[in-house]
């Protein structure tokens, strides 16, 4: 009996070997063509903390005729520090925890060959130990040493203040970023500092007490979804007759609803500010502008289609120059609305932009300019202006047979601004309006543009404001001609040629303005400039001809005509590869017609750059400059010579990513003469300096 209970044991073991055997046989791990290897992960799309667990899975077992693995994150191999078991390699970090940040890791399959193949790559996001998903700090430093460590000059009564100094300053930019989810920080500060305090940033403003170690500008941005808020140098403001990327010391909000509607908000000082003193620009209520701009997409799925944006602006500005410290003056207001459209196609065959604004200005009364005098009381004045611009593209890459096409563009641009128009947060010439056509038409290379343009002033024709009138016509043409020959040929030349007529002329004599007729303009300015290029592998040279004509029309003034003729000549070569040689020549006749005078001026300069080494550069510069009138009654003569040699110098140190600098050593000579036949009167001038610098950067 028991032998039979053996036998039935041994039959069950037998059967269930061979039914793992049979299985094993039958699994795409065991087979003699495995499949292909692939890996995945558990961390792939996701943030993970420094201290978390990496997996890395295979989708079968490694056979030996596969090789082996290799896992990297980034350019670093990491597979020892991964443990495998069955198909699972494992990352447990203990003394290395996971890098900061966004990490490649990239999985290797080595065959016996040693044959690498990427089987998977993955980012590996890492949070930061406050939870950030990014967190960086960015500080720079930048030393430099300019000296001057010889000078000499005659006479000497020309002699510098400072025959011999040795300045220093610094800049310290420090930047950061910070980012967990949707929220996201970004601060920039830039403090310099100087050893000479004539050269301090706030020397023009406080004199001998501006501090030598100033803020120069600084930023911190905040962003949460949409919405954006800044605080420190912003700029607002997209309107060019009310608020124009006016930039300043302040705060913004921006931010939008949807996809159609946007907005911004910014309140700064009423000047562009440094220094460390009122640190948010807004101390002074009376010396600051609030703007505000409210924007509609009317069609979201393409924005630009048809764009609204109102504009709001209320400015008050005191004066901040030195001489008024001390006094107190009535502050400069304005209060505006701004509209301003835009449209277009997708391929901007067809763009419009146009804008209205409307300022109410107060400029109050001044004490210090009236002097005490009785004068017609200053009043609030409320004005309006306009623009808009227009472009029609007739033409757009228009086929005329193998490789000839064609394009011709068209615009037109009105505006116009009332007397008395001012806003104080922009520069707009008031009592102005304008006229221009714009025509540009290419042709293969061939690109060719005309303009024409009406302007006027004294719109309400106030008879004792002189009112003028300008016209204005333009030309310019540039033809690369072997391009447009379809020629490969460095012989043919670049061609170019401009020319430019405008006509100023005054309506009439203004009445009770103490004018004369030979006050009231009328003028015509012509000028012509050709040029011609060619450009080899180690020369170049080119040839400028300009012309231009002043023609005085005014009563009295018939012959206070002028004339100028130029030519100028540069030749380019580069003899050998560490040598750049460059010859220019000038000639130029300036005429004057009414005391019957040509004066010509005449100048040869060489400039030669040595490439001693990959960081050794040697420089020679030499100009002579002489002009004398015909009649030989006057002279002048200038000339110079700048020797250079500079240094660039890289270090590497662990407490520093990067030390990098030069130093450079110049030698200058200038020499000045004049002769006056004339009033018989001679002077003569000479100077030399020896200058060094040092500079350094740490990244």
Known sequence: MKSCYRCWALILIASSILALESNAQDSPLAQNNPAELIATTDFAGRWVEQRDVLSIRLNRYLQPADGAIAIFFGHTDMTSLFSLRHVTFTYRPGIFPLPIGETEVIVYLISRDNLWLEIARFTLKVLTGAGFEKFSLTPTLDLNNKGQIAENSKPEINQPPRPTYQDYSGQFNFSGELLRNDFAVGTQFNVVGVSYRNEAIRYGDKGKDAPKIDLSSYVVQMKKGKMNFSVGHVSHGSHRHLINFYGSRGTQLSGAIGSAIDFSAAAMNGTNLVGWDNFLGLDNRRHRIYSGMFGLEFFTHRPGALRLETSFMDGSLLPRNPYNRGNINEAEKSRGLGIRVLTGTVSQRLRFEGGFARSRFTNPNDPFLTGGSDIVPVRETTRNALYLDTGVGVLQNLSLGKNWRTSLDLGY?????????????????????????????????????????????????????????????????????????????????????????????????????????????????????????????????????????QDNRQAGRERSDFANTSHALAFIIR?????????????????????????RTQRYGVNAALQISKNSAFNVNLATTTTKDDGNTAKRTNSFVNLEWSLRFSLSRRSIRRWRGQFFVRYAWQENSVEDNFFFFNSDGKNWTVNTGVSFSIL
Do not use: C
């Open 575 to 599: 003899p050998l590869t560490m040598l750049d040689l460059n010859f220019d020549a000038g000639l130029e006749d300036a005429e004057s017609k009414e005391i019957d005078r040509t004066d």
């Open 413 to 549: 641009h009105h505006e116009r601004v009332d007397p008395l128009y001012r806003t104080t947060a922009t520069y707009v010439r008031s009592d102005f309006m304008e006229h221009a056509i714009d025509v540009q038409w290419n042709l293969r290379a061939l690109s060719a543009r005309y303009s024409i343009g009406r302007s006027e002033d004294n719109l309400d024709d106030v008879p004792s404001i002189l009112k003028t009138k300008t016209k204005r016509g333009a030309v310019n043409v540039g033809l690369p001609l072997g391009a447009f020959l379809g020629v490969t040929s460095q012989w043919l030349p670049m061609l170019s040629y401009g020319h430019d007529r405008t006509h100023q002329l005054g309506v009439a004599l203004p009445q009770n303005a103490g004018f004369s007729p030979g006050h009231v303009p009328d003028q015509l300015s012509l000028s012509h400039m050709g040029s011609v290029d060619w450009q080899f592998n180690r020369w170049r040279i080119g040839y400028r001809l300009a012309y231009s004509q």
